[in-house]
């Protein structure tokens, strides 16, 4: 097609693990636009998963929560200040893949000649987009994965059979950093090491901490293999709980970055985690993953890795520690080992 744009804003507001499954439409519209200018809006973490894809030329953060439960009268005053940073950077083109209301205004006050929002009954302002054709309308269905309804967003552009799994790099310095940790925690190279992340940022969500300790116990008995216990922000006030609960040999790591978390897990012959958002991290640094899914089918968010078992349950709290333990060591036959970095 004949469409060119020069200086593109997309609009990527979702979850940690959201922003993960949308990198196969931003590689994808890096491909179609080689020469262009990428912004992308995102969150906080999401943008430190934006700026370790490589897809952006810059990133805008913008705290949506905050201006969404936040006093309203800052919030309101916050919006103008975004809407007044992205007018002042001219664009000519806005993707929205996630379309709110609010996400299509900010599209829409950007000023931008050409607008390509998601279609999303009930949530978008579809009459605030211009661009045609018109992506197909999101039917919301459990049966698509989300990697596939960012991508039909982007159908208008001519964009066809991209490739669906997200991939992310590791920089050297995160590779670095974390090997000074393993190494500080005597993490022998000669051990395979198995991540383990209890959180899920919903309790509901969250296989009991007891039972993953029980893993690792079970891990280390039997495979020679070294856990590597990782902590998330929302459950940091656990981490006591966890140095009582888990077997001495096990690495607790609390305090990584994103981009040091996906670093670590690159390392990694498994990693074992409720459905949450650093599983998708794991998968699209190539890491087999085990996934504990307090639901009894396949949905839309499940990750998209070249090597993974998805246990599905009406409670993750019924999954039993073998059946987690067996599907782990299905993958650890694999023979991948943990690696340290050469310094």
Known sequence: MTFNPRNILIIDFGQLGDVVMSLPALRAIRGQFPHARLTIAVG?????????????????????????????????????????????????FVIDLHSFSETNLLGFFSRAPQRLFARRPGRSLDFLANFNPKPPIDQNDPKQHLVDRYLDVLKPLGIKD??????????????????????KAKADAGSPLVGIFPGAGHPGRCWPIEKFSLLADFFI?????????????????????????FPPPCVILDKLSIAELAAAQS?????????????????AVGTPVVVLI???????????????????SESVTA?????????????????????????
């Not at 390392?267 to 998968?283: E, K, Y």
Request: hydrophobic residues 45%; without cysteine.
């Open 221 to 245: 008995r039997n495979d020679n293999v070294r856990p590597i216990v990782f902590v998330g922000p929302e459950e940091r006030h656990l981490v006591a709980q966890m140095r009582t609960l």
């Open 44 to 92: 906080k973490p999401g943008a430190e998963i934006i700026n370790l894809s490589g897809y952006a030329d810059e990133t805008i953060q913008v705290d949506r929560v905050a201006l969404r439960d936040g006093f309203k009268p800052l919030s309101v005053l916050r919006v103008f200040d975004i809407v007044k940073d992205v007018r002042r950077r001219k664009f000519d």
């Open 319 to 343: 999954i039993e520690v073998e059946q987690v333990y067996a599907a782990t060591r299905e993958l650890l036959t694999a023979g991948r080992t943990s690696t340290l970095f050469a310094s």
């Open 162 to 183: 991209a490739s669906r799994v997200p991939k992310l790099l590791i920089r050297a310095e995160d590779d670095r950093a974390v090997d000074f940790m393993l190494r």
């Open 267 to 283: 390392r990694l012959a498994v990693f074992v985690s409720n459905d949450t958002g650093p599983v998708h991290i794991a998968a």
């Open 294 to 312: 307090d639901l009894p089918t396949p949905h839309a968010y499940v990750p998209l890795a070249n090597s993974q078992r998805l246990i599905f």
